[in-house]
């Protein structure tokens, strides 16, 4: 069976909700959007998905096609409201990554003159700090897997720490999945090692992509392929049109 390396990304992805039970995901980006809906369509049927603006879907339509069956409206008071309950899962993007987990979407550079403008801090403080969050990068280098990133949006496990009880109450890293690995936090000190290497991929390469030292375990897992099921959901039923390798080249 003949299985892309974003397909590869599309199933990580999608094990990121496994087992949250009935919580709002919250996918950002071509591949982690199919991922929830292959989740929502296989192994997790309780997950709730949006269109993407304020109407929770029924069905689970393709990439770039409308719902067919809305089930609920959710305006912003009552999404803010499942944010700050914990009932939210986002997989956020990230420009910067450092090994406690700690995101930067709003600027490369100094903050008196930054090389770069980004998205900004949006809800990433929020996010982190209040429900689980993943992370998604479409391309594992030293540029996004820093050693330090040049400001905060999304809080890590040691900033979360320092605050105290307030701030790690809900506070929870599950997975960073890359076009290389999948990594988590799973660690004594909570920093970033490697969860799984995707086929073909080694730890060299990995070690050599990111900015910092990283924990490859000797007995490190692959990750799983898509099964047969998900194969042709991911191709006939969720991205029909092949979006997914726009994101991921490879």
């Known amino acids: 069976m003949n299985v892309s390396r974003a397909e590869i990304c599309v199933v990580a992805c999608a094990e990121a909700w496994r087992g949250d039970g009935e919580i709002l995901?919250?996918?950002?980006?071509?591949?982690?959007?199919?991922?929830?809906?292959?989740?929502?369509?296989?192994?997790?049927?309780?997950?709730?998905?949006?269109?993407?603006?304020?109407?929770?879907?029924?069905?689970?339509?393709?990439?770039?096609?409308?719902?067919r069956v809305v089930e609920g409206w959710l305006p912003f008071r009552r999404h803010l409201a499942l944010v700050t309950k914990g009932r939210r899962h986002v997989m956020?993007?990230?420009?910067?990554?450092?090994?406690?987990?700690?995101?930067?979407?709003?600027?490369?550079?100094?903050a008196r003159r930054p090389d770069r403008q980004l998205l900004g801090v949006r809800g990433a403080p929020v996010n982190s700090l209040n429900h689980p969050v993943s992370y998604w990068i479409p391309r594992h280098s030293p540029r996004v897997l820093v050693e330090r990133v040049d400001m905060v949006c999304g809080v890590g496990y040691d900033?979360?720490?320092?605050?105290?009880?307030?701030?790690?109450?809900?506070?929870?890293?599950?997975?960073?999945?890359?076009d290389l690995a999948v990594l988590d936090f799973e660690t004594p000190d909570r920093t970033?090692?490697?969860?799984?290497?995707?086929?073909g991929v080694t730890a060299e390469e990995v070690r050599a992509a990111t900015g910092f030292p990283l924990d490859v375990p000797s007995d490190v897992p692959r990750t799983r392929p898509?099964?047969?099921?998900?194969?042709?959901?991911?191709?006939?039923?969720v991205d029909p049109d092949g979006l997914r390798d726009r994101e991921v080249r490879t």
């Open 226 to 237: 898509p099964t047969a099921a998900e194969l042709r959901l991911i191709r006939e039923v």
């Open 92 to 110: 956020m993007g990230a420009s910067q990554l450092d090994r406690y987990g700690n995101q930067n979407i709003s600027r490369i550079g100094d």
């Open 159 to 178: 900033r979360a720490a320092a605050a105290g009880p307030a701030a790690t109450r809900f506070h929870g890293l599950r997975r960073v999945v890359t």
């Open 192 to 199: 970033l090692r490697v969860r799984s290497l995707h086929p």
């Open 25 to 67: 995901a919250s996918p950002m980006g071509t591949v982690p959007t199919i991922g929830a809906r292959l989740a929502r369509l296989t192994f997790a049927p309780e997950l709730l998905l949006t269109d993407g603006e304020a109407m929770l879907i029924a069905d689970v339509p393709a990439l770039g096609r409308p719902a």
